[in-house]
């Protein structure tokens, strides 16, 4: 039983009389307030202890209520306040006018003092049910997005806790994974509204997604030997052969971690895709596959560009990093061979952002340099 004790009425009346008798009904269960016209009504409904219900009249001078009830209720902060019109008036127009502007119930007078306190008590019930229930959804939605930003950092700690495993292999590359991830959130945020790309790309989870999997493209670099991972040079074509392992091994490491929780993880998929697909070219000759055009996942195709134009700028043991022009020239010599020809031109468009964020990640002072003057 929901306990309509100490709930306060706001009576509205501008007679004194009908203040007095409704008062004198109420005023051993509830705590009455009273208002003599519509501005004093709107006035105590605004204030910091608004009352649980309100008692109104309809025929007043100045403000009737009609208009008082209609200014509750567009008020946000008082539309919620349920509101009974008292009135003389007993014509089914008037009780319809009433109950259109958001009244809740509508009593003639004389007023019947067993269905007064009747219908009091059932809207204060009703009222109270409700706003147990606003409390309890606030408090659900609450802790819903409490528990999916924890889901999301322990989704972000393990992606990167996974990636560093590879990069503690690979000192050279440095922030290499942070750059690519910047560059292909910014080259899906450009594709959204590209016709071939834009069922795939038209929900921003899709794009938080892509930018939290990215880091695990080079995961599968875990399993490959030190004496070919760290190799002050260029492969031997066997080397190479060994190298080109490392997209089956990040496949299956995130299907291993799949195993053992004994479920398919939603956000791993895209991870999955690009440590798997990120080495196949458009027409094919890469691999492990061999798979061409748009057999290849769209996330691989963008992570391809992104890592590419990394590796062409990066200064690594057996070479310089090259200039933002010379990495470019060769982007666009690959467009239609190497890579989707269509994300290769959102990359020229979106050159100096791509300029911006290897700087602000850049491996070194001298990289920093170059980054800023080319």
Known sequence: MIDVQKSTILVVDDTPDNLKLISGLLKDTYKVKIATNG??????????????LILLDIMMPEMDGYEVCMRLKNDINTAHIPVIFL???TEVSDETKGLEMGAVDYISKPINPLILLSRVKIHLTEKKM??????????????????????NAIQDVTIHAMASLAETRDSDTG??????Q?????LAEKMRFHPRFSDFLDDDNIIDALFKSAPLHDIGKIGIPDSVLL????FEPEEFEIMKRHPELGRNAILHAERELGIEVPFLKYAKEIAYAHQEKWDGSGYPLGISGDDIPISARLMAVADVYDALISR?????GMSHEQAVQIMIEGRGTHFDSDIVDAFLELQEDFKKIAAKFADSDEDLVRSCVI
């Open 87 to 89: 009135t003389a008036k």
């Open 39 to 52: 501005e004093s009504a709107l006035e105590i409904a605004q204030s910091t202890f608004p009352p649980d």
């Open 316 to 320: 690594r043991v057996y070479k310089d």
């Open 182 to 186: 910047h560059y292909l959130k910014l």
């Open 130 to 151: 409700h706003d147990f229930l606003n409390d309890k959804n606030s408090f659900l939605e609450n802790e819903v997005k409490k528990r999916t930003a924890e889901i």
């Open 175 to 180: 922030h290499h994974i942070r750059r690519t």
């Open 231 to 234: 190799k002050p040079g260029r």
